[in-house]
């Protein structure tokens, strides 16, 4: 983990970590099974979370046209997809609402979205790459969390993870903004103020650090990894 990228805005209430490089590819697809088992038993340990703590968000684009699918995870779903290379539990984002149960992200351009209501202890972690930003899926994860919870949106605290930057990948939908830019727009619009909101500032494309799935397909990286970020609320 690089120390001075990981989050700071939710204080002692969160556990929040965002793997590197040198923490190892952290998705079953793009290398060795038994490998990414141990990147990722290893990245957990370093914030003292064991990996049947966690539940993945496995994130599909097959066989849908819907990019804001969300789920309420419970005990049953504690260790799903975590040392296994399929899950069936298929969502964009996840909701804990109860401490010590940790969401796990892998990502590699696209931004993770760490939501914590401060008030009502209840967490999202929300993958927001094109095909959601799209659908207003910053927007629409916050509005998931006022309906099925009650939430404020003067409540939430909020971090956007490392992400590929408009040089690189410029949102043709959004006038070739970068993803950053249009996720925080749409979070305005949901209510949220930009001084609940800590944005990383590493664009996934120009940091080594990273794994990025463009500069990958543009043959700069020779592995198609993916980084991770996970989530856990305080007991």
């Known amino acids: 983990m690089v120390h ?23 998705r079953f697809a793009s290398g060795d099974e038994d490998e990414v088992e141990l990147n990722r038993i290893n990245f957990l340990r370093q914030l003292d979370i064991d990996p049947t703590q966690a539940t993945l968000a496995q994130v599909s684009y097959q066989d849908t046209t819907d990019f804001a699918r969300y789920h309420v995870v419970d005990d049953e779903n504690l260790g799903e997809g975590m040392l296994e290379p399929v899950s069936a539990l298929h969502a964009d984002a996840l909701v804990a609402a109860r401490p010590d149960h940790a969401l796990f992200l892998p990502l590699a351009d696209c931004a993770g979205a760490v939501i914590y209501d401060s008030q009502l202890k209840v967490m999202m972690v929300s993958h927001l790459g094109r095909h959601s930003v799209e659908q207003e899926g910053a927007s629409r994860s916050v509005q998931y969390l006022i309906e099925e919870f009650g939430s404020a949106p003067t409540d939430l605290k909020i971090w956007l993870s490392p992400a590929v930057g408009s040089d690189s990948y410029p949102l043709r939908a959004f006038n070739n903004r970068s993803l950053h830019d249009v996720i925080c727009e749409q979070l305005e619009r949901a209510g949220v103020g930009l001084e609940q909101i800590e944005l990383s500032d590493v664009d996934t494309a120009d940091d080594d650090n990273y794994f990025s799935h463009s500069e990958y397909l543009a043959g700069n990286q020779m592995t198609d990894g993916r980084f991770a970020i996970v989530a856990m609320m305080r007991d």
């Open 4 to 26: 001075a990228n990981q989050p700071t805005i939710f204080g002692d209430a969160m556990v929040v970590g965002v793997s590197s490089v040198d923490d190892g590819n952290m």
